[in-house]
């Protein structure tokens, strides 16, 4: 399936703290561990993702 989009723009790659989830600002999924936390990758179906909420309700495009 296809990737659904989220609103903004993509940071530069020098503006991005490697500790954190590159979405985190622009992702409506995001709560307070997002802010403290990189998730690790994980698989979910045949999928390979690194979010704390990726099994919350089923995200477009992971292949379940």
Do not use: K, N, Q, Y
């Not at 979405?23 to 999928?47: H, K, N, Q, W, Y």
Request: glycine fraction near 12%; proline fraction near 8%.
């Amino acid at each position: 399936g296809r990737l659904r989009s989220i609103p903004g723009e993509a940071p530069g790659l020098v503006d991005i703290d490697r500790g954190l989830c590159v979405f985190l600002d622009r992702c409506d999924r995001a709560t307070d561990i997002c802010r403290v936390s990189m998730p690790a990758p994980r698989r979910i179906g045949e999928s390979v993702v690194a979010c704390h909420h990726a099994d919350f309700d089923g995200l477009p495009g992971l292949g379940r």
